[in-house]
């Protein structure tokens, strides 16, 4: 049995494991992400990529202040009290740090959508637009390698087999036809396109959740973290009451993964699955 050590485990690949591991790494810890499927980035590398956070620096640059007081008030009318209220209380204080500081410290980008409004327009505090964020586009060739090892996004957010574009994009390339402008995008994203498909089995200009996914794997690996694939986990390893490390198995290879400072479930598979729970 092939036995390997580090602080930090973390089960899941997806948006928030792969968060979980660069946070880990920014604080100097040794980090190793577990990823059951061959490729990374679960449903986040199929998804829109959209994050909701309310009164974040990107509103305040985009001119939008003041927006704590609203955003408590959207959110207790949600729960109604039915729920208490101090986890969403430390979400509205911690997430805009949050986004700065992965922002400032591993370029982890995004841009507000102004013209997305919140769900629940009929509640109190709903905002018309800002809350939600975008990922910014990322280049699939920064990984190397390693782009092949990520997850496909789903084939409805591709077009010719292989050119993502984003929602604002979508609406502009539907105007080919009587916009300049808009034949002019179209001509540069199919030109970029062809060229990457000389080389990739896609394009490599990454939006929605795959670009998410891409520029943390690139954080991840940079402050070097390990991510296995095709990584089956049978059970968490207990030592004097307290979980330290996993019990895996790689095709037909034991693997014992020690993690002195913690394991992290971020596989999206745990919530559905009574015997994993």
Not at 123 to 152: S, Y
Not at 207 to 230: I, M, P, S, Y
Request: proline share 6%.
């Amino acid at each position: 049995m092939e036995e390997s050590k580090v602080d930090l485990l973390v089960i899941g690949s997806g948006a928030a494991g792969l968060t979980t591991a660069l946070t880990g790494a920014l604080y100097g810890l040794s980090v190793c992400v577990l990823e059951h499927d061959d490729f990374i980035g679960g449903t986040s590398a199929r998804c829109s990529g959209t994050v909701w956070v309310p009164d974040s620096h990107l509103m305040r640059e985009a001119g939008i202040s003041g927006d704590r007081p609203r955003a408590e008030a959207y959110l207790g009318s949600l729960t109604d009290d039915i729920s208490p209220d101090a986890p969403w209380r430390v979400f509205l204080r911690e997430a805009p740090a949050m986004l700065l500081d992965l922002e400032r410290q591993a370029g982890i980008a995004f841009r507000p959508y102004l013209n997305a409004p919140d769900y629940r327009q009929d509640k109190p505090g709903a905002a018309p637009g800002g809350r939600p964020l975008e990922p910014l586009p990322f280049d699939g060739r920064e990984l190397g390698a390693e782009f092949e090892r990520l997850a496909l996004p789903l084939p409805e957010l591709m077009l010719l087999g292989g050119l993502m574009v984003t929602r604002g994009e979508a609406a502009t390339l539907l105007k080919a036809d009587r916009s300049l402008s808009s034949a002019s995008l179209g001509l540069r994203l199919v030109g970029r396109y062809l060229r990457d498909r000389l080389r990739y089995r896609r394009g490599t200009r990454l939006v929605l959740g795959n670009a998410l996914v891409a520029r943390l794997l690139k954080a991840a690996l940079d402050r070097h973290v390990r991510v296995l694939t095709g990584i089956t986990v049978e059970r968490l390893a207990k030592q004097d009451g307290r979980i330290v490390g996993a019990q895996c198995r790689q095709g037909t290879d034991s693997l014992l993964i020690s993690a002195s400072r913690g394991v992290v479930l971020a596989g999206g598979g745990f919530p559905a699955n009574p015997a994993l729970r």
